[in-house]
Structures are given as structure tokens and as C-alpha cells.
């Protein structure tokens, strides 16, 4: 098995971390963060044909969801990272951004609800659903969340370390795993799903599907130095495997890489949402400029 790269979608404007609500009647909902004049980020989405995303029916010109109060943990900004349905509601699991002095920035998970097909949008609380904690230290970015039986895993971006790295603040993130009965209440379990190799820095977005009773997860990773313009260090797709949710096996195939050829990524990929839809499995994905250049899809062959 192999992706079958389809092509550039979007790239109207620095459009980071596609996912896609499939839950639409002859049409996809992908949403993604938008960052205007190098401002924070904020939540916007386009609907797609559904099967042939390429052809775009609408394109939202108001941000979902707007960053909270001075002081909130989503203050610096609002980036969706995963989107459920359950019942007649929808979940979307976003990460606030804030400032801080000690390093750049500092990222909790926060939650926004919608009754009425994804059409509005409202923040189920001031503060975070996943956050740092004496369970989890460090800061908490993207997940992907999968039921089973009756208990949702969540797979996380756990920052527990900077480095200073060729004068640089640098995070150090993994995907770690989390569990929850509702939706609301996680529970950190400090255990590493996908754990970083010697010369890595980052592993993120992961993507969790069942296929044929086995779990596949997704997930970008980079090197830990000179990874924002070097092709050889930036992120590249991977995949892991797993029986029971909790032990993963990092396997060699079902990855994503760059093109060999200019184009919109020929420097990274990363960042996937990997979903099923009619018997055909789909991954979005950004490439170069962590989103600067749009997203695009592939399909698995």
C-alpha cells in the first residue's frame, strides 16, 4: 500500500492543520487555521465536494471561534486540531495559544461545541479540557481521539522540555495518550505512544484509524536542529501501528514524503488527517511553511 499524492487544494492564504467533518450531506467541511499578517491564529473552513475535494463550494470568511479574554489560555490564538460527532452534537478540539517569557509560547487544549450541523460554533469553557497539570507538565497541542468500547484515547503533543539550540528556544514534543469517558475529563496516562528517535525534535498531528481490527496512526516528525529550511531536517510523514491502543510499532511503510521536484512540498509534509469515506482512505496534509503554502490530499492506493 501506498499514497497516491492527488494535488494542491487550498493555498489562498497560510492555512495550517486541515481536518475534515465528513458528517455533511454530499460535502466535506475542512476546517484549518488561518493566520492573517503574520497574526494569531484563528479557525476557518471550506467546504469540498465530498469524494472530489478538489472542487471547493465555499469558502468562510469569518473565523469560527474567536481567542479569548486577556489572560485566557487561548488569548495569542485558536488552531482546530480535531472534529468529532456524537449524538446531534459536534466536538471541536482546538488549541489555545499564550504568550509567556521564559519561551515563546505555551499551548493547552480547549473544546467548542456545535448543535446545529457545525454551523455556529461555542466554547464549552472559559479554560482548557487538557491542560498542563502535575499529570502533564509540560504544554499540550494536537490530538486525535478514537472510541473504544466505551472509552475515547486521545493521542496528544506533549511538550515536557526546551532546548537552547543554535541560539534558539526549541520545543521537544512527543505523542502521548490520554482517556476519557465523555469527551470532557482526560485523563494523562504518562504513557509515549510515538516516542522521538536520537536526532529528532518533534513528533505531531497524529491521525488514529482502524483498519481491518488494526489502529494506524499518522503523524508528522522532524529533526531537533534546522528544521524550518532545511528539506533534510523538516517534517516528513510517518506511521505506527498498533493491537491494543497503547503499544505502537513504528513501521517503514504508509508514510508521506516531499517531492523531489519544486512544488508546494518539496521542503516538509506534515500535519495529516487521515479519514475513511466510501471504501477509500484520505489524508490532508500541509507542506512546506508549516501551512504557508495550503494543504492538499492524497489517497491511499
Known amino acids: 500500500m501506498q499514497w497516491i499524492k492527488k494535488g494542491l487544494i487550498f493555498d489562498d492564504c497560510h492555512a495550517q492543520v486541515p481536518i475534515v467533518d465528513t458528517q455533511h450531506k454530499g460535502f466535506w467541511r475542512v476546517y484549518f487555521s488561518k493566520r492573517i499578517n503574520r497574526g494569531p491564529s ?11 475535494p478538489s472542487n471547493i ?6 473565523p469560527v471561534l474567536l481567542p479569548g479574554e486577556r489572560g485566557s489560555f487561548d488569548w495569542a490564538g485558536v488552531m ?3 472534529i468529532l460527532t456524537v449524538g446531534s452534537t459536534k466536538y471541536l478540539f482546538y488549541i489555545g495559544w499564550a504568550n509567556r517569557l521564559d519561551v515563546p509560547y505555551h499551548n493547552n487544549l480547549g473544546l467548542a461545541l456545535s ?6 460554533w461555542k466554547k464549552f469553557s472559559e479554560g482548557p479540557v487538557l491542560a498542563t497539570s502535575y499529570k502533564e507538565p509540560g504544554y499540550v497541542g494536537t ?3 478514537i472510541k473504544e468500547k466505551e472509552l475515547y484515547y486521545g493521542y496528544y503533543l506533549s511538550c515536557r522540555k ?15 495518550i490520554a482517556t476519557s469517558a465523555n469527551l470532557i475529563d482526560w485523563l494523562p496516562l ?4 510515538i516516542g522521538l528517535s536520537a536526532d529528532e525534535g518533534g513528533i505531531s498531528k497524529a491521525s488514529i484509524l482502524k483498519l481491518k481490527g488494526v489502529y494506524y496512526m499518522w503523524y508528522a516528525v522532524r529533526k531537533s536542529t ?22 505502537w510499532e513504528k513501521i517503514q511503510f504508509m508514510g508521506l514524503d516531499i517531492n523531489d521536484t519544486p512544488s508546494w512540498e518539496d521542503q516538509m509534509v506534515e500535519y495529516p488527517h487521515v479519514f475513511e469515506y466510501q471504501n477509500e482512505i484520505y489524508m490532508f496534509y500541509n507542506g512546506n511553511g508549516f501551512g504557508d503554502t495550503g494543504f492538499g490530499y492524497a489517497v491511499l492506493s
Open 42 to 52: 484563528l479557525p476557518y473552513y471550506i467546504d469540498v465536494e465530498a469524494g472530489n
Open 57 to 62: 463550494l465555499f469558502k468562510s470568511d469569518t
Open 80 to 82: 482546530p486540531t480535531e
Open 115 to 120: 448543535t446545529d450541523g457545525g454551523n455556529t
Open 143 to 145: 490530538i486525535s481521539i
Open 162 to 176: 526546551w532546548e537552547e539550540i543554535d541560539n534558539r528556544i526549541e520545543p521537544i514534543y512527543d505523542i502521548k
Open 190 to 193: 504518562n504513557e509515549t505512544a
Open 226 to 247: 534546522d528544521y524550518r529550511d532545511n528539506p533534510q531536517n523538516s517534517y516528513r510523514i510517518k506511521c505506527a501501528k498498533s493491537d491494543d491502543l497503547i503499544h
